[in-house]
């Protein structure tokens, strides 16, 4: 067959009524190394074109299984038409397009687990200490009071905050670590 206007041609593959899932998968099987052929011809880059072919399955397989694809005279035709669109798409619209980037994605919320864990850990690990070196653990790394004002609020010299707290640190870096 020959192409006319930029069209693709394929096989013609009539059946009455829509196209369920299991033609449309076969169709698009069939066609599936031709069309990836005519994406990188267009995008120049395998990766670019992979994943609109991708997103052309996606979106093609959707309609198939949804209501049903209406049975198209050139079904390759109407896929390079849908791939054709994908890609018009994607030029008009950068901003909808992936991009590489150097920063980590922020971190999702796991409904409280995290915290809840961290939370359960770190008492696990002030129960292991005696109530003078848990005392000053909490004034000085979870408040953050100085010293200073942790001995005053314990009625300590700010020397012996410091030494509860060395002594503290020890017991739990010694629990963590196998």
């Given at each position: 067959?020959k192409?006319?206007?930029?069209?693709c041609?394929?096989p013609?593959?009539?059946?009455?009524g829509?196209?369920?899932?299991?033609?449309?998968?076969?169709?698009?099987?069939?066609d599936?190394?031709?069309?990836?052929?005519?994406?990188?011809?267009l995008?120049?880059?395998?990766?670019?074109?992979?994943?609109?072919?991708?997103?052309?399955?996606?979106?093609?397989?959707?309609r198939?299984?949804?209501?049903?694809?209406?049975?198209?005279?050139?079904?390759y035709?109407y896929?390079?038409?849908?791939?054709?669109?994908?890609?018009?798409d994607s030029w008009?619209?950068?901003?909808?397009?992936e991009r590489?980037?150097?920063?980590?994605?922020?971190?999702?919320?796991?409904?409280?687990?995290?915290?809840?864990?961290?939370?359960?850990t770190?008492?696990?690990?002030?129960?292991l200490?005696?109530?003078?070196e848990?005392?000053?653990v909490i004034?000085?790394?979870?408040?953050?009071?100085?010293?200073?004002?942790?001995?005053?609020?314990?009625?300590?010299?700010r020397?012996?905050?410091?030494?509860?707290?060395?002594?503290?640190l020890?017991?739990?870096r010694a629990?963590?670590?196998?």
């Open positions: 067959m192409t006319s206007g930029g069209a041609p394929g013609a593959s009539r059946t009455a829509h196209v369920g899932p299991d033609q449309f998968d076969a169709a698009f099987t069939a599936m190394p031709r069309l990836r052929r005519r994406l990188l011809a995008t120049g880059d395998p990766h670019d074109a992979d994943d609109l072919l991708q997103e052309t399955y996606l979106r093609l397989s959707r198939a299984r949804g209501q049903g694809l209406t049975p198209q005279r050139h079904p035709a896929t390079c038409a849908v791939a054709l669109n994908l890609l018009r008009l619209h950068p901003s909808r397009r590489a980037t150097d920063r980590l994605p922020e971190a999702g919320w796991d409904g409280g687990l995290g915290s809840y864990e961290a939370g359960a770190a008492l696990a690990l002030l129960r200490l005696s109530p003078k848990a005392a000053a004034l000085v790394d979870l408040e953050g009071l100085s010293h200073d004002s942790a001995g005053e609020r314990l009625g300590a010299h020397g012996t905050v410091q030494r509860n707290r060395m002594r503290a020890a017991k739990m629990a963590l670590l196998p």
